[in-house]
């Protein structure tokens, strides 16, 4: 039986720090409810999300953005692909980052984010989701931080100007040409710090456990499914497990519909220093810690490997 924690985020995070901390060790995922992010903004950002995906396809194409990773504007249906993986995924995207002042000190690891015209709206919307998102983000890693015995404000400044991105997802309906094997999103594990996704109460979203089985994840309408990144499996030298998740095709009526979701890759700042914390090294490990990387390396040496840059 899994028992992936389910917490509400408005109560005081000591109360529920350690139950976050055992389901992120134990399956690297927890789903949280009173997250913060108003409905009403959720349900603007999906319908601007909808109209800027059935934009005909030249147009969204004039936002895909050479030699950019697909960090900023859109990445076209079967581009990206798992590491690892033989096909590529049914999926397309577009991609909201940081907004840097001029002149600002990590602009050159962020580029400037491009808005489609052709949507009222979308750059508010998204503004102000990606804000909501962040703020919410920077509250679980409080209640990571609690339950680490560190300070609840550990990660604010490892996070701060943090190369973070919103991604709008959108996977069409299964075609008939579809490849025999393709699914929409492989098994993969995330780059980042943590992962907050809405859109996860549509049926598809797995993940793998250590025992090796394919498990849904169960998250009720509203919740935001969280799920612990590579950076800081390894900042807690795997305490915290970064789990490998795919989106399998549904089956039946759901095939013949568009799924759409977002999630948000919280990112730390692309001069952090990620290495492990001391407290989550013994002894007893089999393996002796990975050496200190910096977020930018590391995040381009996993781009490379997935097909984005």
Known sequence: MMNIASVSLAQPLETIADELGR??????FAVVRDHGIPQDLIDEAEAVSKAFFALPDAVKRA??????????GYTPFGTEKAKDAEVFDLKEFWHVGRD????????????PNVWPTEVEGFRETMS????????TGARVLE???????RP???????VADGNSVMRLLHYPPLGEGAPEGAIRAAAHGDINTITLLLGAEEAGLELLTRQGEWLPIPAEKGSLVINVGDMLERQTNGRLRS????????????????RYSMPFFLHFRPDFMIEALPECVSAEDANPPAPPISAHDFLMQRLREINLA
């Not at 389901?23 to 690297?28: A, D, L, T």
């Not at 936002?63 to 900023?72: D, Q, S, T, V």
């Not at 609840?152 to 490892?158: K, L």
């Not at 789990?243 to 568009?258: C, D, F, I, L, Y």
């Open 63 to 72: 936002y895909k953005l050479e030699g950019g990773g697909g960090a900023r």
């Open 128 to 135: 102000a989701l990606f804000a909501a998102f962040e703020a």
């Open 143 to 149: 209640a990571i931080a609690l339950h680490l015995g």
């Open 23 to 28: 389901s992120f060790g134990e399956y690297g």
């Open 152 to 158: 609840r404000d550990f990660f604010a400044s490892s």
């Open 243 to 258: 789990t490998t998740h795919r989106v399998v095709n549904p089956k039946g009526e759901a095939a013949h519909r568009s």
């Open 100 to 111: 840097l002042p001029e002149g600002h000190p990590l602009s050159e690891f962020m580029a």
